[in-house]
C-alpha cells in the first residue's frame, strides 16, 4: 500500500521557519513529480510548490521567494522550507504525487502574528 506521511508541522510566530517532510513508501518515487498542498480553512485547497524528479520547481506567487521545496531520492523524501511565515500561511499542508494519485493525511501549520 503507497504511504505518504507528512511530518514537521506546528505552531510558529510570524517570522519564523518550519521545514516539512513527506515520507514515501511503496512507490517509485525517484520518477515521480511531487507537489505539496494547503488548505487553510473556509478556502480552498491551493497549489504550493511543484518538483519534478530532475529537481525542477515551480512555486504560487504567495509563497515565491519563502518557501522552497527540495526531493531527497535516496530517502523517499520530499521537503518544504518554508521561511518568513505570515498568519495567512496557516493551513494544513498536504503533499500528493503531480497526478493527484496519491496523497498524505496532511500535517497543521499555525502562525501566530
Known amino acids: 500500500q503507497v504511504r505518504l506521511v507528512e511530518s514537521g508541522g506546528g505552531l510558529v510566530q510570524a517570522g519564523g521557519s518550519l521545514r516539512l517532510s513527506c515520507a514515501a513508501s511503496?512507490?517509485?518515487?525517484?520518477?515521480?513529480?511531487m507537489r505539496w498542498h494547503r488548505q487553510a480553512p473556509g478556502k480552498q485547497r491551493e497549489l504550493v510548490a511543484t518538483i519534478t524528479r530532475g529537481g525542477s520547481t515551480n512555486y504560487a506567487d504567495s509563497v515565491k521567494g519563502r518557501f522552497t521545496i527540495s526531493r531527497d531520492n535516496a530517502k523517499n523524501t520530499v521537503y518544504l522550507q518554508m521561511n518568513s511565515l505570515k498568519p495567512d500561511d496557516t493551513a494544513v499542508y498536504y503533499c500528493s504525487t503531480y497526478d493527484s494519485e496519491y496523497w498524505g493525511q496532511g500535517t497543521q501549520v499555525t502562525v501566530s502574528s
Open positions: 511503496r512507490i517509485d518515487f525517484s520518477i515521480r513529480p
